[in-house]
């Protein structure tokens, strides 16, 4: 199972995000047009725990039936024809790295164990035992940039039969901000913040080309609560969490500026966390008004088809699938 982008027209017609707010399907006829019918079923609190460690569907059962009832509400029937869709996983779940070497052999067999390698000291599992993906950013006579990902077999084993329990077969899989990266149009540098209620991940392109990807684990577990308290009943406080995402962008930001030599005009917002809610955070976490740069939805009203959305869903929780669906 490929972790990454494939070229376009590839994946399937179908996409699917499982984060621990909810789930999201969306459906598109081909990879050029807009997204034809989107659905998506809230998960309670907990139901979802992404995570390198075993367990990040922590109710099983839950997560199935919301699986079945989102594709359900797009016309998709479980065990049918065509039941094939790409899976959008939670960033928590994978390590995503930019990688430079002096030189890579050109064909995968040779280059993959060469990944492997390097990946070894810079991930916390085995990578022997993990599914690895990469793809080639940039290269020179003296240096090829290499986007690697990396999750635990176990861990992208629990995802894909969850998919299979309701129905369905994975076709792709893809991290949540890579996905939603789909859908960055512009040529010019774009800063992206897909943020949630267990993580924050910032990134940065040029013209299709990834230049940061970093992600912050929100989860109580990983910010020194009590761990022989479950973490079902551990929560971090609202002012820590929009701390901790105000931080992550300001690192983001001055990244930008050094690598770029400008600041950004613009932040494209995806995740749980809407545009005008991640500029509240910037406003209040440190950046005044005045400082604070422009917050819009990374998923704009063309990106749908008139009709698509029959309810009411967070425009930032369309990132993922709508980037799935344009591959």
Do not use: W
């Not at 979802?48 to 460690?53: I, Q, R, Y």
């Not at 029937?77 to 039941?83: E, L």
């Not at 869709?85 to 939670?90: E, H, R, S, V």
């Not at 002096?102 to 085995?126: G, Q, S």
């Amino acid at each position: 199972m490929n972790l990454l982008p494939k070229v376009i027209g590839s994946r399937p017609r179908l996409a699917c995000e499982i984060a621990a707010e909810g789930v999201t399907a969306a459906r598109a006829l081909t990879a050029e047009g807009p997204v034809d019918s989107v659905a998506r079923v809230p998960l309670a609190p907990g139901a979802v725990m992404p995570g390198l460690k075993p367990g990040n569907l922590a109710d099983r059962v839950a997560v199935i039936a919301a699986i079945r009832r989102a594709l359900e509400s797009i016309d998709v029937r479980p065990n049918s024809r065509g039941a094939d869709l790409t899976i959008i996983i939670p960033d928590a779940a994978v390590r995503v790295l930019l990688l430079d070497f002096d030189a890579l052999p050109p064909k995968l067999t040779e280059a993959l164990p060469i990944v492997r390698f390097r990946l070894k000291k810079l991930v916390p599992f085995e990578v022997d035992d993990a599914m690895v993906s990469f793809q080639v950013m940039s290269s020179s006579k003296s240096n090829v940039r290499v986007l690697a990902v990396a999750m635990p077999r176990d861990i992208l084993g629990e995802y894909e039969t969850a998919v299979r329990e309701a129905g369905f077969e994975p076709g792709a899989v893809l991290p949540s901000t890579l996905s939603a990266l789909a859908s960055v149009a512009a040529p010019e540098p774009s800063l992206v913040v897909n943020a949630g209620t267990t993580g924050v991940t910032t990134a940065i392109t040029r013209d299709g080309v990834l230049l940061l990807h970093r992600s912050v684990d929100l989860q109580p577990a990983a910010a020194g609560v009590d761990p022989t308290i479950p973490v079902q009943l551990q929560q971090l406080s609202v002012d820590e969490i929009t701390s901790e995402i105000a931080q992550a962008v300001s690192v983001a930001v001055a990244y930008y500026e050094d690598t770029l030599s400008m600041p950004p005009s613009i932040i494209l917002s995806a995740g749980a966390l809407s545009a005008d809610a991640l500029h509240r955070v910037l406003s209040g976490n440190g950046y005044s008004e005045a400082e604070a740069v422009r917050v819009r939805e990374l998923i704009d009203a063309s990106t749908l088809a008139a009709g698509a959305v029959t309810g009411s869903i967070p425009r930032g929780s369309l990132a993922g699938v709508a980037g799935a669906l344009r591959g």
